[in-house]
């Protein structure tokens, strides 16, 4: 099974449902969530990495800034998904920062002595936690290379397959990603214009090799992309 497969599999797992404190016996009576609004932070860089964090609703951006003050985004999590991990692997500061997309987000923080204690009582938790840790590691490798040696309509299309991997519903030998990114968003995530996406997913759409609205995208076949 190859990388990209073993990445579909683990990210199916809703780890809100799996981790958040509410849900863990002992540990909901002294639990609160944590509400934001669209454009709020959750953490900014250099701040304490003494959580982690798990999200109940709404989107997460995850990014940086480069020296000239420009922004880098590096990822954008949904419901069920877990941000904030590196400080399992014993980052201090924060390096990145973590923004609220959406009104009404909601999320689950868990501090890192609670997180270290529910791994240690169970491996195998335990283990997919840290694979998903190496499997973002690698992600964010790949998707550097691609910045630097291939062209945008190549970045669109690693996008969309990666995006397929972890996200995509198997129909038959379609495809169906359920679309929570905008043209901005690709855009950001593979360093390339809003027009340039727009221009590109609209040729795919017309050699009929995607199908895609404003909540779902849908791949003919991943193999032929």
């Given at each position: 099974m190859n990388e990209r497969s073993n990445l579909w599999f683990f990210e199916d797992v809703d780890l809100y449902e799996v981790l958040c404190p509410h849900k863990v016996a002992g540990m909901k009576d002294n639990h609160t969530f944590v509400d934001f609004k669209k454009d709020e932070f959750i953490y900014f860089p250099d701040q304490p990495s003494d959580h982690v964090y798990l999200i109940a609703d709404g989107r997460i951006k995850i990014g940086g800034y480069t020296e000239d003050g420009r922004e880098n985004i590096k990822t954008?999590?949904?419901?069920?998904?877990?941000?904030?991990?590196?400080?399992?692997?014993?980052?201090?500061?924060?390096?990145?920062?973590?923004?609220?997309?959406?009104?009404?987000?909601?999320?689950?923080?868990?501090?890192?002595?609670?997180?270290?204690?529910?791994?240690?009582?169970?491996?195998?938790?335990?283990?997919?936690?840290?694979?998903l840790i190496g499997f973002r590691i690698k992600k964010l490798e790949r998707r550097i290379e691609s910045l630097v040696f291939k062209d945008a309509k190549s970045r669109?299309?690693?996008?969309?397959?990666?995006?397929?991997?972890?996200?995509?519903?198997?129909?038959?030998?379609e495809t169906l990603i359920k679309n929570n990114f905008t043209h901005q968003d690709i855009a950001?995530?593979?360093?390339?214009?809003?027009?340039?996406?727009?221009?590109?997913?609209?040729?795919?759409?017309?050699?009929?090799v995607i199908n895609f609205d404003r909540r779902r995208i849908l791949i003919r076949d991943l193999k032929s992309l």
């Open positions: 954008i999590l949904s419901k069920g998904e877990m941000f904030g991990e590196l400080a399992l692997v014993g980052e201090e500061k924060r390096s990145d920062f973590a923004l609220a997309m959406d009104n009404e987000t909601r999320v689950c923080p868990m501090s890192i002595d609670d997180m270290q204690m529910l791994m240690a009582e169970n491996k195998p938790l335990s283990l997919k936690i840290f694979k669109i299309i690693d996008f969309l397959k990666d995006l397929a991997y972890e996200k995509g519903k198997k129909v038959g030998f950001n995530l593979t360093g390339t214009s809003r027009q340039t996406v727009t221009t590109i997913l609209n040729e795919l759409k017309e050699q009929n």
